[in-house]
């Protein structure tokens, strides 16, 4: 693993030196986070449409595979290496973050298109998926009678894996519906119209992407460590970071993403990844972390970090079952004014020790 490559106390002899190294190592680590996941992606989509997958796939599967890859990566990491309030607060710091602050900012640049489609799918699942977090969570403090003493099994980290399958199982039989709907004459055209590209170009697409995600890799590992001894010297709780520094940081590549997007005038790709990657944060995120080691859930997840992910997923599932094609502009505002006060919030009760 590239973790052993790291030296014990590594990040001690830095802090030791300096506290600013540790922030500029945390910034570089982001930035390898950022970099390698934004190659990934667009390798794998390049991948994808070499061997002539649709657009809908792409987006649907590989996009959202890709950009949440910096999550999985630290949080499977964080609970392997003993850190388990890491783990479970960066796939829930992730979601509001992507949903609020993202899909929010996003939402107040452009009247973002409702695909109805996915929201009628997808859309659901996201919901879903974040409703079975909590209740799983209530249900096993339930069962151990201890708000304290609530722990997520590595039985239930399998079985969100294995929903998991069943969901990018389902995003292909959807795009196959999609596409026999909008198809012309019944017939089926390969991505971008094109034949599927040679032998050689799908090799280089793999190598690229395999660069890029030990990118991730690498990048996780740094970000981890330097965090985790901020948090050692300011006496923060490790889940409250996780939700802030730790989850914008690997949530970027989804902002990179959606602007992108934005920009190149493929708003529809950024509300897909946003619903889709939100999903994996909980099925494939939390889901593997579970599933390497039991991850403790806090009593802040219940009195604070899984009540605000509950809010801006309903936010954003009664935006989508109002009227209309369109995402209206101010629907951005309520979402980052929770976000905003979700930051403000986290920030206080790190600096009350979490009380």
Known sequence: MIAELIAPGFFEQVGSLSELLLWLLSAVSMGMLVFGADRAVTAAASLAAAAGLSKVVIGATVVSLGTTSPEAAVS????????????????????????????????????????????????????????????????LWAC???????????????????????????????AAEREAVVAHGGSRVHAEGKAPAPTQHKVLCLG???????????????????????????????????VTLVALGT?????????????????????G???????LNVL????????????????LFF????????????VLRLYGL?????????????????YGVFVALAVWLGATGGQ
């Open 284 to 299: 494939f995120v939390i889901g593997a972390s579970a599933a390497a080691t039991p991850l403790k859930v806090e009593p």
């Open 273 to 279: 990844n946003i619903i889709g990657a939100d999903i």
């Open 144 to 174: 151990s009678g201890d708000m304290h003493a609530v722990e997520i099994p590595r039985a239930v980290g399998f079985v969100f894996l294995a929903l998991l399958v069943g969901y990018l199982v389902m995003c292909v039989r959807w």
């Open 208 to 242: 690229l992407l395999v660069g890029g995600l030990a990118l991730v890799v690498c990048g996780s590992e740094l970000l981890i460590g330097s965090m985790k001894e901020i948090c050692r010297r300011h006496n923060v709780p490790e889940a409250v970071i996780a």
């Open 251 to 271: 949530s970027l590549p989804e902002l990179v993403t959606a602007v992108t997007a934005i920009r190149k005038g493929h708003a529809d790709l950024l509300v």
């Open 322 to 338: 109002g009227g209309g094609d369109r995402f209206r502009r101010w629907h951005g505002v309520p979402l980052l004014a929770v």
């Open 303 to 314: 009195t604070f970090l899984l009540p605000t992910m509950m809010t801006v997923l309903l």
């Open 76 to 139: 499977v990491g964080a609970a392997m290496h003993g850190n388990p309030g890491l783990a479970l607060g960066n796939g829930v710091g992730s979601i509001i973050c992507d949903t609020a602050l993202i899909f929010g900012l996003c939402c107040c640049l452009q009247r973002l298109p409702k695909d109805r489609f996915v929201l009628n799918r997808h859309g659901w699942v996201q919901f879903g998926s974040g409703a079975l977090l909590v209740v799983v969570s209530l249900v």
